[in-house]
């Protein structure tokens, strides 16, 4: 696996990690709230895993990462916004936090609060990026694993890829499919479809159009 799915795959609920995307690095932490970890087992071939992440930065910002060992390219969302393709997720604990500018320290550190604010401040204002809809799907599709992954009943691979090319929102596809929002995020990340959607379900979906 590559350093970031290395990191994804390695956190665990209450970690706190640096992340840093194509577009952003954010200077505070985030908290890894929750994880969903799935083992596939193909009828040939070795098994793999995906993993989910669920992240919370400051001002209870949501963010949530999602991929499959061995991926070189992983989406950060936040609600129903694309933030960026991740160029660091690293483990707090093992990261040598070298504070610049020894003089802020000598102060009492109260500048540090006011920093993080500021920092904070800066990302929410920082241009957010539209998720991808409608795309080249077929580029997308024809490099899939050819492992066979255990759908559930009644769904197929087309199913999916054709819900996600219809449906922006995650709960969207999940409500087609007939299948709960978890094992959609699941399905689409195994079958390189999540990047097309929007990590949006629940309660924060019933105001998400749909592409048509």
Do not use: N
């Amino acid at each position: 696996m590559s350093e970031l799915t290395d990191g994804v795959f390695a956190v665990e609920p209450g970690d706190e990690v640096r992340v840093a995307t194509d577009r952003y690095e954010w200077s505070s932490p985030m908290d890894v709230q929750d994880i969903e970890h799935v083992e596939w087992t193909p009828t040939d071939g070795e098994p793999w895993a995906t993993r989910t992440v669920e992240l919370e930065g400051g001002y209870s910002t949501e963010f949530v990462v999602s991929c499959s060992e061995g991926d070189t390219e992983i989406a950060l969302h936040s609600g129903d916004k694309l933030r960026g393709y991740l160029e660091r997720f690293e483990v707090l604990e093992d990261v040598d936090d070298t504070e610049p500018d020894d003089s802020e320290t000598e102060d009492g550190g109260a500048d540090e609060g006011s920093d993080g604010e500021q920092d904070e401040e800066d990302e929410l204002s920082a241009v957010d990026i539209e998720t991808p809809g409608d795309g080249d799907d077929d580029q997308d599709a024809g490099d899939e694993d050819d492992a066979d992954i255990a759908l559930p009943d009644g769904v197929s691979e087309q199913d999916v890829r054709d819900a996600c090319k219809k449906h922006q929102a995650l709960g969207a596809v999940a409500e087609v499919l007939e299948i709960p929002a978890a094992c959609a995020r699941t399905v689409t990340v195994a079958l390189g479809c999540y990047q097309h959607v929007s990590d949006v379900t629940g309660t924060r979906y019933g105001g998400v159009a749909d592409v048509k």
